[in-house]
């Protein structure tokens, strides 16, 4: 085995009120995929954090070719070779993809001024070198995901980065993108480049890692080769137990009519929509990017407005022209891109929760304190949230606890109808299967479920039916009975069954 290229050990870190990393040990090789694994809220953020010198560690060590370092800035992460590529590009849309790329540490000319050919030539070399056909001084803005994912490698690149940590970042690639990028952290292995792969996504990890090494609360669990451990062992060194069912079996029997939508249609997003929604019914929407199904919730939940249409709820026409308009009929929202739509950041959970619900937690005009915490305690006891106490800020939980305080939020207005799109979108198995039970939980109860979902084993898994949208419409409705991928994919691609099949 040859010497790792970074190493951990006996790392910690602290922050008020929660011990995010206890002792934690961590091995990079030269030439080598490392997968960390681990539920949301297990660490792994805080180390790539402390990686990358954004965080110093309360006590223990980083080695790089077994020599002691330390992080303070971002800039001695840098220096000594340690480079990350985000889920979402930590890069600059204003500045050119040259610039991106060599942004502080750009070549100079003989009187200190940067070499503007230099660098321009430089990129396109580095850009060459990794297959990417970009243009040195195309703007960043107008490139899109997987086009930035390139210039953040060209950049580690440029640095001769020893380590390149890459943290989800297939997130919102295309399945074309997904493999391109495969074949770069291949040419980043042959150089003896050292990566750290950060996924939820098991077929990824298995077709990626050469090692593993898993976190469980903030604690090194298990580490050792991608080969020599089955998906099933990695879930229970994950969570700490088998979960053998990711989709709850559950008694389907569906209601009346809560809601019906007919010819429901946008000026450009989507057109001529009818379905409807029973109680206790879980209505799944599938289809590919650009298909539509986003758009249409965001419709049913005021954020936009439709030209022509009808929605009825429970038997009487609902006019949705607002969010609040939604909520006071019973209709409620739980975003795809939960940073930015579905929480605060930078306010504390229990107001997260109680936001919605100021009528019920406010006397007079004034809001009581001990009602909002006791609507907060109520709703995120029943989703197992993980927290340190209620008013600790929403931003510093993982995705998966600020995914439940989303819910929380919305499920304590007492809805009719639970829009969710993506609900499992970037949370780790564990809390996949959690979502999974409540929203089943949900339906025994009585509520009606909107769920979009782009991942065909929780549409199968979890809708009681389905509606395939192609191009802003409906293009066939199935009931959950013998449903395939083959035939999800075929209609949202518009092609034939067999077809599909082969």
């Known amino acids: 085995m040859s010497q790792p290229v970074l190493s951990l050990s006996g790392v910690s870190k602290a922050f008020p009120g929660v011990r995010a990393l206890s002792k934690v040990s961590l091995d990079l090789f030269p030439g080598e995929v490392t997968a960390l694994i681990g539920e949301n809220g297990a660490g792994k953020s805080t180390v790539v954090k402390i990686l990358t010198g ?122 074309k993108e997904i493999g391109e990028l495969y074949a770069l952290i291949e040419t980043l292995k042959a150089r003896g480049k050292a990566i750290l792969f950060i996924s939820h996504k098991f077929d990824e990890i298995f077709r990626i890692a050469d090692r593993y090494t898993v976190f469980r609360d903030g604690e090194h669990v298990a580490s050792g080769l991608i080969d020599e451990v089955t998906p099933g062992r990695l879930v229970q060194l994950m969570v700490g137990r088998s979960v053998d069912q990711l989709f709850p079996k559950r008694v389907r029997n569906p209601g009346d009519a809560v809601l019906t939508v007919a010819g429901y249609s946008h000026p450009t997003e989507f057109e001529d929509i009818n379905f409807s929604l029973r109680r206790g019914e879980i209505l799944g929407f599938y289809g590919l990017v650009g298909a539509g199904r986003s758009e249409v919730m965001q419709a049913l939940f005021g954020l936009t407005q439709p030209s022509r249409g009808a929605v ?93 305080v989303v819910i929380a939020k919305w499920l304590a207005t007492k809805p009719k109808v639970i829009i969710l799109d993506e609900p499992t979108k970037g949370i780790d198995i564990g809390s996949k299967a959690a979502v999974h039970e409540f929203m089943a939980e949900l339906a025994s109860e009585g509520l009606a479920v909107l769920m979009v979902s782009s991942e065909i084993p929780e549409i199968i898994g979890m809708s009681d039916r389905v509606i395939v949208m192609r191009d802003g419409r409906i293009a066939t409705e199935f009931a959950n009975d013998g449903l395939t991928p083959e035939m999800l994919v075929s209609a949202a691609a518009g092609i034939g069954v067999d077809k599909a099949a082969a």
């Not at 050119?96 to 396109?124: C, K, Q």
């Not at 056909?133 to 899109?144: F, I, M, N, T, V």
């Open 54 to 175: 954004i965080h110093m560690p309360d006590e223990g060590e980083i080695r790089i070719n077994g020599k002691p370092v330390l992080f303070a800035t971002p800039h001695d992460a840098a220096n000594a070779g340690v480079t990350a590529i985000h889920q979402e590009t930590v890069l600059f849309d204003e500045l050119s993809v040259a610039e991106n790329i060599y942004l502080g540490h750009a070549p100079r000319t003989r009187f200190g001024l940067v070499d503007w050919t230099a660098m321009n030539r430089d990129a396109a070399a580095l850009l060459l070198s990794i297959g990417a056909s970009l243009d040195p001084q195309a703007r960043l803005r107008d490139l899109g995901i997987a086009s930035k994912h390139l210039v953040a490698i060209a950049r580690a690149m440029s640095i001769d980065a020893r380590v390149v940590i890459m943290d989800e970042p297939t997130a919102a690639l295309s399945a």
């Open 312 to 404: 009825n709820l429970a038997g009487r026409v609902a006019a949705i022209r607002s969010p609040a308009d939604a909520i006071d009929l019973g209709i409620v929202y739980v975003p795809e891109d939960r940073g930015k739509q579905g929480v605060i950041l930078g306010l504390p959970i229990v107001h997260n929760v109680s936001l919605p619900s100021l009528n019920v937690t406010s006397r007079a005009g004034f809001l009581r304190m001990a009602e909002e915490f006791k609507l907060a305690r109520a709703y995120t006891a029943r989703l197992d949230l993980r927290a340190a106490a209620l008013d600790q800020d929403v931003g510093t939980l993982s995705g998966g606890n600020q995914q439940k």
